[in-house]
């Protein structure tokens, strides 16, 4: 092989490792879909903890017949939550996303995500963000440095309150 085809060779190379590291960050969430059920009780999503309002929806994805997660205005009094948690790298920056939407109609109460930080068992930190849905979808997302000597995140969505039913899909964690 001459000089010119080992300098091809090698700059295809670096070229292709270059190209993937550019490439967008795997997601970090595992059913980030919610289409997968809890084996012990189909309204639950596997790999997700719910609480409260919080629960697993055929008519909650954003096509039909898609699963999704719902915030169920009518299950204790709109108020719940879903999460999972991650380990994370301290001083790292991470990124939740999620697409969302609401009922039509005026509601009160709060929908929001959140990062909540934890070394071991004990809670360090929570980024929050409240988030205005609509009765389109749109993607929310939020952005936070996890903080020196996190080794793990509950990435999370939920309600406070709310008159109106929050559907939420395609999570992303990276």
Request: proline fraction near 1%; charged fraction near 20%; aromatic fraction near 12%.
């Amino acid at each position: 092989m001459g000089r010119i085809s080992v300098f091809v060779l090698v700059f295809t190379a670096v070229a292709v490792m270059a190209l993937s590291g550019a490439a967008e960050a795997a997601n970090l969430l595992a059913n980030s879909n919610f289409a997968a059920k809890d084996a012990n009780n189909e309204q639950n999503e596997a790999d997700w903890i719910e609480s409260g309002a919080a629960g697993r929806e055929a008519w909650s994805g954003r096509n039909e017949g898609e699963y999704g997660m719902a915030m169920r205005c009518w299950d204790n009094t709109g108020t719940g939550e879903a999460y999972q948690e991650v380990s994370v790298k301290p001083g790292t920056e991470y990124t939740f996303k999620i697409w969302a939407c609401k009922d039509a109609g005026s509601m009160s109460g709060d929908f929001y995500i959140k990062l909540a930080w934890y070394s071991g068992e004990k809670l360090m930190s929570e980024d929050i963000q409240k988030i205005t849905l609509t009765d389109a979808w749109a993607q929310y997302a939020i952005t936070a440095k996890a903080p020196l000597k996190a080794d793990k995140v509950r990435v999370a969505f939920g309600s406070t309150g709310v008159t109106l039913t929050g559907k939420f899909t395609e999570a992303e964690f990276t």
